[in-house]
């Protein structure tokens, strides 16, 4: 799967103009925690709202009313490119999620922006896309039926003398993912089946010699 096929397509970007005060508007409005900036075309920067809130004068808490307007006015003069993060961790539409999500992990960010090679941005991936599209499909988490562990199912032979098993009953597979438990030899494995009647199957893998349990979705 490539970046494309997750990435958020509509994004908000901003100028490098737009002062402090504005930007953290428009995060808050859109409830977005970062906002790539844009100058004719061309990504040179990305404010997040830690950057922002950062760059706030430490009078901005003060309660005297007239320190507060100062700063309020102080904070509609000062652009974003004053604040923003020029060293940018991009990534382009046809870069493969593992790449990207190692990519993130390694510069520990919570989002990438997607850029084409005049760094024109197209659009950005986050931690949530990575969840949402991708860990909750090949977990089946929110889908119907059942999902059975199977104990050192995830060996190769064992995988498919399980699937053949699945196959005879003519059922569904709707996830299925191997587990390496630490300290463990052998890989387990977990099947989500399109059916919420698996006593049949957890008779039959029993018969082989496996031990098997319905977990909850």
Request: glycine share 6%; net charge positive.
């Amino acid at each position: 799967m490539l970046i494309r096929d997750i990435m958020t397509t509509e994004v908000i970007t901003i100028p490098s103009k737009t002062s402090v005060i504005e930007a953290k508007r428009i995060l808050d409005k859109k409830n977005l925690h970062r906002l790539p900036v844009v100058d004719k075309g061309k990504l040179v920067g990305i404010v997040t709202a830690r950057r922002l809130e950062e760059a706030a004068p430490p009078a901005i808490l003060s309660r005297n009313m007239w320190d507060v307007a100062y700063s309020m006015v102080a904070l509609h003069k000062i652009p974003v490119k004053q604040v923003m993060q020029k060293n940018l961790v991009t990534t382009s539409p046809m870069t493969t999620v593992e790449e990207a999500l190692a990519l993130a992990q390694a510069k520990k960010v919570g989002g990438l922006v997607v850029v084409e090679k005049d760094k024109k941005v197209v659009g950005i991936v986050t931690t949530n896309d990575f969840f949402y599209r991708i860990v909750n499909k090949v977990l089946g988490v929110g889908e119907p039926g059942e999902r059975l562990w199977i104990p050192s199912g995830g060996e190769t032979k064992a995988m498919e003398q399980i699937l053949h098993a699945i196959n005879e009953l003519d059922l569904e597979v709707l996830a299925l993912h191997v587990i390496a438990p630490p300290r463990k030899k052998t890989k387990d494995i977990v099947v989500h089946l399109n059916t919420d009647n698996v006593d049949k199957l957890v008779e039959n893998i029993k018969a082989m010699g496996f031990e098997v349990e319905v977990r909850k979705r």
